[in-house]
């Protein structure tokens, strides 16, 4: 299909036009790059639609997949679209996540006015974050209102998606005891908004005092000059009774809209655009690496350096010659 | 001077070759880059020479100059010839560290049998890494028999000075209570030998239980393949009244003569070696950002992005075909 007609579809909401687009920009054949960067600057041109990102971070157990499912479900009823896509690197691995997914996400996959995608499989977190990046892209051209990008959380993954979102939410389960689940600090202080899931039956007390802790730990962070007074902030939610969502959906939409007035939106916005502009050319320098003939030579002299027939040094500007001739 | 005679007088052991080639593979200017390349080879085939690469990492108060000292000191009165050199991203901004360690190291800076040279005043990690990497190879061909790589341990220099040694040793002060001093497990995880230092006067008591703390933590390591029996292991010593030295040098001894026969020394060299090769080509392809031009056009594009003017993709497509011209 031509790249204006597909880039007109998709930003007239044909969801198969959309899948079709994500297609493209998460293939790595060079010719396929090109057409997906005139795709991408065609859908911005056409469509100012601007989504809200909100990026969602929560280890296997927490109830993820049950929290976006009735979430997500909450917000189409309130007459919002909404996407899911994830950053998972793992998946290339793991294998089977699309079926894995949407048997989790039934309700939600099924749903005219949602739309699920899931991880791009690439084992390279960099490939996966650019493809995610882009796909918000054409999820925003294609009239999503709220782009739900979650994570499980796999090594660099979280800043990842804190780079290409406008909230983080982190969701987490009832702990035992008044000790903090071993969330890293740097995690807590990317984080929007807490959310202790599994808030019913038998959990809920200690739901409420896990609530409790975190509120406690996020206040002895030091003030972010993009938080009004009162976040970050930990509620509890039950993504199975489908319990504070509404008021959870509240915070966030009063965050944004403090955020957007302070100019912390657009400003947030504008760093991560250039965040990546800069990723993506580093990236696209070390991609050079990846085609057949420069890994051949790489792993040649990568043997004879490691037999001490060559030092580092003087092998790498061999490399370095044959990257330029070639 | 010509390059065949600079690496002849280095190869001869004379010391103002060997601070002159130095400085040499410090520059970043393209043809010392070049030069030096060529030195390294040139030294490299003429001096077969292999000294033990010993990494040493301890964060300001636990005695480190002092350690090195006494150490270094120790070693030459073994008949061995000491190189100390430096790995610390830091010392461009402190400023003023060759004075600092030399000062500090007084007695050992008068050593004819020792080298002291601080690290490169450069504020990029990648960049001290490279130069220590090679100023470590000089020294080696230069017939030192022993080269003390050090580190404070600022982000990830300590991972830097391990991949560039044969031996790793932590050095840490006595800590009061039974806690262990927040060392990273990471980092304890790379040692090879823990060395608690200021095992004298009031603290002597202190150490000894700091030291087996750290022995009972080391027990609960995974064993590693690359260590014998007994290793690693926590040691007390005391850098001020040198004890300690003649035991610790001789438990460094027992590891390397193990390594060495199970071939785990050459495989370690090997595979760093690979390394380093990877590395420098990677960090050579990222350099030609650093170009004047090159940065004035990732300032321009990187303002058209954040403005919104232009996608992050097509603003790198951008700057590659720029790069690709120039």
């Known amino acids: 299909m031509d790249t204006q007609v597909l ?3 998709v930003v007239a909401q044909d969801r198969r036009a959309l899948a079709r687009a994500i297609t493209l920009v998460e293939s790595s054949r060079a010719d396929h790059r090109e057409t997906a960067a005139a795709l991408i600057e065609d859908i911005r041109r056409k469509s100012p639609h601007q989504a809200l990102r909100i990026g969602l971070s929560g280890t296997p157990g927490v109830g993820k997949s049950t929290f976006i499912e009735s979430f997500g ?10 996407a899911v896509l994830a950053v ?12 894995g997914d949407k048997t989790r996400m039934e309700r939600l996959s099924r749903n005219p006015n949602a739309f699920i995608r899931p991880s791009p499989s690439q084992s390279h977190l960099g490939g996966v974050a650019r493809r995610t990046r882009e796909a918000v892209a054409l999820c925003e051209g294609a009239g999503f209102d709220v782009i739900l990008i979650e994570t499980v959380g796999v090594g660099q993954s979280e800043t ?18 008044d000790e903090l689940q071993g969330v890293k600090r740097g ?12 808030a019913d039956g038998d959990l809920k007390a200690t739901a409420t005092r896990t609530c409790a802790d975190y509120s406690g730990a996020l206040r002895l962070l030091r003030k972010r000059p993009q938080d009004p ?15 504070g969502l509404a008021k959870a959906w509240e915070e966030m939409q009063a965050l944004t809209t403090w955020r ?5 939106f657009a400003g947030r916005r504008a760093a991560q655009a250039r965040f990546w502009f800069e990723e993506e050319v580093k990236q696209a320098l070390l991609a050079q690496l990846q085609a057949p003939s420069a890994r051949a030579a790489m792993d040649q002299l990568g043997q004879e350096v490691a037999q001490g027939a060559t030092s580092p040094t003087a092998a790498a500007q061999q490399m370095l010659d044959t990257l330029t001739k070639g």
Do not use: C, Y
């Open 7 to 9: 880039s007109e579809k």
């Open 73 to 82: 479900t909450f917000l189409t009823e309130q007459g919002l679209r909404v």
């Open 88 to 99: 998972d690197p793992s998946s290339a691995r793991s294998g089977g996540s699309i079926l």
């Open 160 to 177: 990842v998606v804190a780079e290409m979102s406008d909230l983080f939410i982190l969701l987490l389960a009832p702990a035992g005891g």
């Open 187 to 198: 995690i807590m202080e990317m984080a929007d908004i807490i959310l202790v899931n599994k």
């Open 229 to 243: 007074e009162g976040f970050p902030k930990a509620m509890t939610v039950s993504a199975l009774e489908e319990d």
């Open 260 to 264: 957007r007035e302070a100019g912390h």
